[in-house]
């Protein structure tokens, strides 16, 4: 502290006047310097100094009572006041906006995890291409032993859903039927639908 009181004085008492560029140091230029050869300074209750609070004897002395909210630093701490609730109204709005995203696909979710338990409590759920003489002999065998080839036996001997064994045994049936009658037999549109999606 003795070093800095010696610097100061030391530099007050050059002739050459000291230049300070930057705008903030200029007001401290003007008053820290202004020390005494004598090492005593100037700042009494009366001088205004960079570090006021604007507090001054009288307030000190309970002559006078502080006005609320007329300085500045009232003021920052508003601004700070209002700032903080400014981002924590932006993050709850960035919060909301992914809980809404999350909650918007969760229909598509529950489909994709439906679609893997099939997967996993039918083998084959996915369905793998059937030819059609794979499915004439699937078709074939429920016919002559329905007992022993049962929906749930086929569907696990060709790796597919029960539902798509039911189609198939129920489109050769038709197909079967269709040529009883000398009619056209049909075409191949919804077996391709059901090999493209069996789901």
Known sequence: MHNL???ISRLSSTKKPISLQFEP???LGSR??????DGSDNLGWGTASSWSSRLTK???DGTITPQAGTGDADQSIQLMDIEN???AVKKWNADDKKFKEFTDGWEDRLLETSVL???VLEPGARGSYLKDSEKAEMYRLHKENPEVYTVEKLAKDYRIMRQRVEAI?????????LEKKNALPLDDSVEMLLDNCPE
Do not use: G, P
Request: glycine share 0%; charged share 35%; hydrophobic share 35%.
């Open 5 to 7: 009181r010696h610097l």
């Open 25 to 27: 140091f200029q007001a």
């Open 32 to 37: 820290a310097f202004s020390s005494t050869s």
């Open 58 to 60: 009288d307030h000190f």
């Open 85 to 87: 609730v400014s981002d």
């Open 117 to 119: 338990l099939k997967q």
């Open 169 to 177: 045994l129920w489109l050769k049936k038709d197909e079967e039927e």
